[in-house]
């Protein structure tokens, strides 16, 4: 039999694998519970309103839902223009520089296959959302990573700068940052943009982690900057800020004739982004400033809280690097100290991230993200959104592990 395409041979996703066999431990109950600091997910409840409102739009169009248009539902269409018009200043046409997707992934795909010819470059800052480079082979082009471990997660102008290449189309920039939470400075990001603009690159702006920040970090929107518009595509949606991640829908803005090509692939695609979906995420999207800050007040609280809960708790262990974030909700470790050290209750030397990853689960029932597929080898990243108890108890089974406790 002829072997499946090269593109659909590239690895599962890291996190997903490891939360579907932290599950099934679970579900087998052998041993202590299962704690689970490797999801992607806020866990705060939506705003009540998504419920309401899209229970009450099935039940009038007693669940007949039909197609919309390739692009989304005007009205969602209009209300992100309405939402990134007043978070960022920026003006978008929401019929032709709008596009609704199914989730950001999507969008963050469907910008790819808009943007590069087979064989393109798009660069992309290390570490990084473990999808980016899938996405990219998917999309036909090479990703190349640009490695920033050693200038604080961040890229700089000089490394943009020594990876110029006639073969670019593309960066993918995400800031706040999944796997890291770094959060570039206003200056930084005119700096970088000033750059690619020089290498005549699309910017492919992940936003969204965009109102998830501590201690005083500031987002700054790319395509606020000057001449940046023209360049950029934002993307973002509903799953972090409004908890949103099961209704997948997310969004993109940018110029005209890529959001045009965009809505094209995806009418043969998808069709469009579930009916019902779109309704949730007009009733998120709706939300005044005033209500959406009344809404997260609790949440953003609990974040700061457990965040600091584990940094301090996470400084107390020698050896292991920790990595306070200024966004998102994860915390990145580096464990490369004990690497080829004995380790868990087996004692056995670990040889690598990911291996420690899966006998912390298996050992000490803890689910963590080992940071490879990250592009961080040697680290590894927990969320802290997850109850109190949970974080502690996750942690002190990570020292326990590590022969600290
Ligand atoms: C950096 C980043 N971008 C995009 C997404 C996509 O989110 P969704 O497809 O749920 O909208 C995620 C989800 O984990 C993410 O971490």
């Given at each position: 039999m002829k072997p499946i395409a090269v593109r659909a041979q590239i690895p599962e996703s890291a996190t997903l694998e490891i939360n579907a066999r932290a599950k099934k431990i679970a579900?087998?109950?052998?041993?202590?519970?299962?704690?689970?600091?490797?999801?992607?997910?806020?866990?705060?409840?939506?705003?009540?309103q998504v419920a309401a409102k899209t229970a009450a739009y099935i039940t009038e169009k007693k669940g007949r839902l039909t197609y919309t248009a390739a692009h989304g539902i005007p009205e969602l269409r209009r209300a992100?223009?309405?939402?990134?018009?007043?978070r960022t200043g920026v003006a978008y046409d929401p019929e032709r520089e709008v596009i609704i997707t199914v989730g950001g992934k999507h969008g963050l795909s469907g910008a790819l296959l808009a943007l590069a010819n087979p064989g393109a470059r798009v660069l992309i800052p290390s570490p990084y959302?473990?999808?980016?480079?899938?996405?990219?082979?998917?999309?036909?082009?090479?990703?190349?990573?640009?490695?920033?471990?050693?200038?604080?997660?961040?890229?700089?102008?000089?490394?943009?700068?020594?990876?110029?290449?006639?073969?670019?189309v593309a960066i993918i920039l995400n800031s706040p940052s999944n796997p890291t939470g770094a959060v570039y400075t206003h200056d930084e990001i005119v700096a970088l943009c000033e750059e690619a603009a020089r290498?005549?690159?699309?910017?492919?702006?992940?936003?969204?982690?965009d109102r998830l920040l501590y201690e005083g970090a500031a987002f700054t929107s790319i395509p606020s900057l000057p001449g940046m518009r023209e360049r950029t595509l934002l993307v973002n949606g509903v799953s972090k800020t409004y908890s949103m991640t099961g209704w997948r829908i997310g969004y993109v803005c940018g110029p005209e004739h890529v959001i045009k090509a965009m809505k094209t692939l995806q009418?043969?695609?998808?069709?469009?982004?579930?009916?019902?979906?779109?309704?949730?995420?007009?009733?998120?999207?709706?939300?005044?400033?005033e209500e959406l800050a009344a809404h997260l007040a609790g949440p953003m609280e609990n974040l700061?809280?457990?965040?600091?809960?584990?940094?301090?708790?996470?400084?107390?262990?020698?050896?292991?690097?920790?990595?306070?974030?200024?966004?998102?909700?994860?915390?990145?470790?580096?464990?490369?100290?004990?690497?080829g050290k004995p380790v868990g209750t087996s004692g056995q030397p670990v040889a690598n991230d990911e291996e420690m990853a899966w006998r912390l689960l298996d050992e000490e029932h803890i689910a963590v993200a080992a940071a490879s597929p990250f592009g961080a080898s040697g680290f590894l990243r927990?969320?802290?959104?997850?109850?109190?108890?949970?974080?502690?108890?996750?942690?002190?089974?990570?020292?326990?592990?590590?022969?600290?406790a």
């Open positions: 579900a087998q109950g052998q041993g202590a519970r299962v704690i689970s600091l490797s999801v992607g997910e806020p866990d705060f409840p939506p705003p009540p992100v223009a309405d939402k990134v018009k007043l959302w473990l999808s980016y480079p899938p996405m990219a082979t998917i999309a036909g082009a090479e990703p190349v990573e640009i490695d920033c471990l050693d200038t604080g997660f961040k890229l700089t102008v000089e490394k943009l700068r020594a990876h110029a290449h006639p073969a670019n290498q005549d690159l699309w910017i492919i702006s992940d936003e969204i982690y009418s043969h695609m998808t069709s469009n982004p579930c009916a019902a979906a779109q309704q949730a995420a007009l009733a998120a999207l709706t939300l005044t400033e700061r809280r457990r965040r600091q809960m584990a940094v301090d708790r996470l400084h107390g262990l020698p050896g292991l690097g920790v990595y306070p974030p200024a966004g998102a909700f994860y915390i990145m470790l580096d464990v490369r100290a004990f690497l927990i969320s802290f959104a997850v109850p109190d108890e949970d974080l502690l108890e996750g942690i002190d089974r990570l020292a326990h592990f590590l022969h600290l």
